[in-house]
């Protein structure tokens, strides 16, 4: 992307963010995909739910949509290895 001689966007702008949807909505789907994502080891479908809620994020136009979607996938393979190692 490039800008005017003299011009550069806000360091916390995303220029792929949508306008038209408030913050404030998005960021409780990415808290939501957070919280999912760290209760995930213990409880499998949050795991699941905290990825749907992390890339519904994203495709709003929140930037830490995708991050908390690998969160809960992380926090899912890290409970089912836990499961994996821990039972005999």
Avoid: N
């Amino acid at each position: 992307m490039t800008y005017a001689a003299g011009t550069m966007p806000e360091p916390f702008d995303d220029p792929l963010a949508r306008p038209d949807i408030p913050v404030r909505g998005r960021r409780a789907m990415v808290v939501a995909a957070v919280v999912c994502g760290l209760l995930a080891p213990w409880l499998f479908a949050l795991g699941v739910v905290g990825m749907i809620l992390g890339t519904l994020a994203h495709a709003k136009g929140d930037r830490y949509g995708l991050p908390a979607a690998f969160l809960s996938g992380f926090g899912l393979i890290a409970g089912m290895a836990l499961v994996f190692f821990t039972r005999q």
